[in-house]
């Protein structure tokens, strides 16, 4: 047979018994002539484990005399099964719902440490605070307005028929201040502001200014994250408290106007039922909801990738995630604060 200066035949020997008969194997050497070759093999026998091997035969290029190497097929088939796994491994990505979770919980530890540590950057803390909270007013206002009349219909129409038109502003009072103003609130700024922050720092994300960020020696977390998790906190108590007010007064308007009961007892029957800890667990509520709607927002944005395609879908899906965390929050608290049978209405009946 021919054998080139780097090519190689193989012999393969196998664990079973084999025979072959003695042969002369003439073997041309390129720029060496001729080389005769006696090869006498006799029957053999393996007895350790089934195994296949291969014998190579390659001129060396000094002498033009054979060398011979033996290479185990187990080792060939497990470097291909590891080049398989690592091929496996390298394309596999964990799905976008999980990491982007996860990304939730790590950016709320970021903020949480630099708070603690005093890195905030106060100016942008200030712009972002003026954006959540009076910028923010008129369109809360506007919808606890009406949701507190839409309330009031349902209540005194109910109320009036059974004579408890006493309990009316009670009634009003503890829906408003534990469920009505804060989840409202939060509902209106999760869709105002929340998509916002998610719009803004998506658009950062897909063009690399967070990079630019970086490269210039500033954290973005520091720069961009912690000043609008610390506006939401502080913006929403105020807000929901302002929404509770305005909420009562359209109710006590709408009740003395149109069904005759006299704003002085909505007003009577609340001041009896309210307790201070209403008002408490309203702003707690609100602070929590408030950190759920910036840290969900920022974390979407910072983690958009796909262009302005991207960028829209992790709005969307912000404001829904932040949706879904405040009622989830929002029963939470409730059970939390509030268990046991209640005698707050007993005072106003």
Not at 64 to 85: C, F, N, P, R, Y
Not at 112 to 119: N, P, S, V
């Amino acid at each position: 047979m021919q054998i080139a200066s780097h090519c190689y035949s193989a012999f393969y020997l196998s664990n079973r018994s084999c025979v072959k008969h003695n042969r002369c194997m003439k073997i041309n050497v390129p720029n060496t002539g001729s080389l005769q070759l006696n090869a006498r093999v006799s029957s053999c026998k393996f007895q350790g484990p089934a195994r296949e091997t291969r014998l190579f035969a390659v001129p060396n290029t000094d002498d033009g005399h054979l060398t011979s190497a033996i290479v185990e097929e187990d080792t060939i088939l497990s470097k291909e099964q590891g080049l398989e796994t690592n091929s496996f491994l390298s394309n596999w990505s964990p799905p976008q719902y999980l990491w982007r979770g996860l990304s939730v919980l790590v950016l709320a530890g970021q903020v949480i440490t630099r708070i603690l540590k005093g890195k905030v950057h106060w100016r942008n803390t200030l712009q972002q605070l003026e954006r959540v909270g009076p910028r923010s007013i008129g369109v809360c206002l506007l919808t606890a307005a009406f949701v507190g009349m839409a309330f009031t219909i349902q209540f005194v129409r109910e109320f009036t028929r059974l004579g408890l038109n006493r309990s009316v502003g009670g009634v009003l009072a503890l829906a408003f201040s534990r469920e009505l103003s804060p989840v409202v609130t939060s509902i209106v700024v999760a869709g105002r502001i929340g998509s916002a922050f998610a719009a803004e720092l998506g658009t950062m994300q897909v063009s690399e200014q967070t990079d630019t960020l970086r490269v210039l020696g500033s954290d973005p977390v520091d720069y961009l994250v912690t000043p609008r998790v610390i506006a939401s906190c502080v913006a929403l108590p105020f807000l929901t408290l302002m929404c509770f007010t305005l909420g009562m007064a359209s109710s006590a308007l709408l009740s003395d106007g149109v069904y005759g009961i006299s704003i002085n007892i909505i007003l009577d029957s609340a001041q009896r039922a309210l307790r201070s800890w209403d008002i408490v667990s309203a702003m707690i509520k609100s602070q929590v909801f408030g950190a759920i709607i910036s840290i969900v927002s920022c974390a979407w944005g910072v983690t958009t990738s796909g262009g302005a395609k991207g960028v829209g879908e992790s709005t969307t899906s912000a404001v829904v995630i932040s949706l879904v965390g405040i009622f989830i929050a929002d029963f939470a608290l409730s059970y939390i604060f509030f268990q046991g049978a209640g005698d707050s209405l007993k005072n106003c009946v």
